[in-house]
């Protein structure tokens, strides 16, 4: 079946969950605050970093804290569903053709170098704290819809499908960054052994295999495993799983149609029971169905359309309760002056605005792409305060970027702080230039 762009439908689907799912984040983020700053802060350290769980199995070992679960383990199956995202947008939605892809790819480019430059300009002087220019980089998409959404019918489609296709462009700039600078001692010979399996996933696609199982097994055995050990972070092997997954279907559009009207037919053929159960024949034919079903959707799709809302809805609001309890010692602002905070606070917001808008409008400019039907530019600047909000992703990458606990904390406050900020201004400016329009 030829694969076709993503419809209005499904996108609003997608932006639901996200918006649903950005406000449990937010909730999350919340209890995690007050767990960390209340008299049970030695539950919340203990709970998340000192419990370990795990397996041995004779000489291997396999063993953790929770929040190396979550954040190596959990925020792994989180990448694999970006990576899916990604993947399907490229075959056949927002990243499909450079007409489409050109205006939100540029602009998360801009939204990802300017605020690197921000974040260098204020710590030129601090070369020790120099790791961290890459938390200002990411965008959080579950955020910056759930904010969006609450503008309601005054937003148009559009910028929120704009919006999307930005933040995940944005990720894959994310992960790139993960993959080649936030990784330390590198075991090659693991790595080997990640491709030897990932030759297998990829060898498996060309031959038809489309159980989900096939994929899971390999990928979780060979792949995640593979990457845990190697040094370079767990969570890329996500991405390159979802890669591999088949994103074609076993029928075309007209044989789909063709079979199942034969076996509609023929279950209306079938003499029905007096009774509540299905006879032998009607059964018979109603697994056919889930079979032509099956066999004119792509296992890709399949995964996506099952994984997001886990992802959604559980991944992302446990991350945030296993990283968003920052413990504030001393006095808020302090640590919101310290240089890292505001090299962050500066790069989300100030970079985040410049490096979207400039981008944009050069592109336009240049006559490389066009404005999305019915946004305005007001709009487009809206949209690059919003993506300040770095949340889930920032923090994730702070995990990797500094090494002492003082600077993640700090980086944390200046993370949340830029994202309320940011999230502040984006709905502000968004609301009173979609009024006045």
């Known amino acids: 079946m030829k694969n076709k762009p993503v419809s209005h439908y499904g996108i609003s689907r997608f932006i639901h969950q996200e918006t649903a799912g950005g406000l449990l984040l937010i909730l999350a983020t919340i209890v995690a605050l007050f767990w960390a700053n209340s008299s049970y802060y030695s539950s919340y350290q203990y709970f998340w970093y000192n419990l370990k769980v795990g397996f041995t199995w004779g000489n291997f070992q396999l063993i953790g804290s929770l929040h190396h679960w979550i954040n190596d383990g959990l925020m792994a199956l989180f990448f694999f569903t970006v990576g899916l995202e990604i993947k399907r947008e490229i075959i056949g939605g927002e990243l499909s053709t450079i007409k489409k892809a050109s205006l939100p790819i540029v602009a998360a480019l801009g939204g990802m170098l300017v605020p690197v430059v921000v974040y260098s300009l204020v710590l030129i002087n601090k070369p020790e704290l120099m790791h961290g220019w890459g938390v200002p980089m990411a965008t959080d998409i579950a955020f910056a819809l759930g904010l969006l959404a609450m503008l309601g019918k005054r937003v148009n489609i559009q910028l929120k499908i704009f919006l999307t296709a930005l933040a995940i462009a944005d990720d894959l700039g994310a992960i790139l960054v993960i993959a ?134 559980f991944i992302l609001p446990v991350f945030a309760l296993a990283n968003a309890g920052v413990h504030v010692e001393g006095k808020i602002f302090d640590l919101i002056l310290h240089p890292i905070a505001m090299a962050i606070i500066l790069g989300l917001v100030l970079g985040k605005f410049i490096g979207i808008s400039l981008f944009s409008r050069i592109m336009v400019k240049l006559k490389l792409a066009i404005l999305p039907e019915g946004v305005s530019w007001n709009q487009i600047y809206g949209v690059a305060l919003l993506a300040g909000i770095g949340f889930t992703m920032s923090i994730f990458i702070s995990e990797l970027a500094f090494n002492e606990a003082a600077f993640r904390q700090i980086a944390k406050v200046g993370i949340m702080t830029a994202s309320v900020i940011a999230a502040l201004l984006g709905m502000i400016w968004l609301a009173k230039s979609s009024k006045k329009e």
């Open 180 to 313: 080649i600078f936030y990784t330390k001692a590198i075991d090659f010979k693991e790595l080997v052994t990640a491709a030897v399996f990932m030759v297998v996933l990829i060898v498996a696609n060309y031959a038809g295999i489309r159980r989900a199982l096939f994929y899971a097994v390999v990928g979780f055995s060979g792949v995640w495993l593979s990457f845990l050990f190697s040094g370079v972070h767990a969570t890329i092997a996500g991405v390159l799983i979802a890669l591999t997954i088949p994103a074609r279907t076993r029928i075309d559009e007209r044989t789909y149609i063709s079979r199942l009207e034969n076996l509609l037919r023929k279950f209306r053929e079938v003499n029905p029971n007096n009774n509540p159960l299905l006879s032998k024949e009607q059964a018979h034919v109603i697994e056919n169905i889930d079979k032509v079903n099956d066999d004119a959707q792509t296992p890709l799709q399949k995964l996506e359309h099952f994984l997001h809302p886990v992802t959604t809805y």
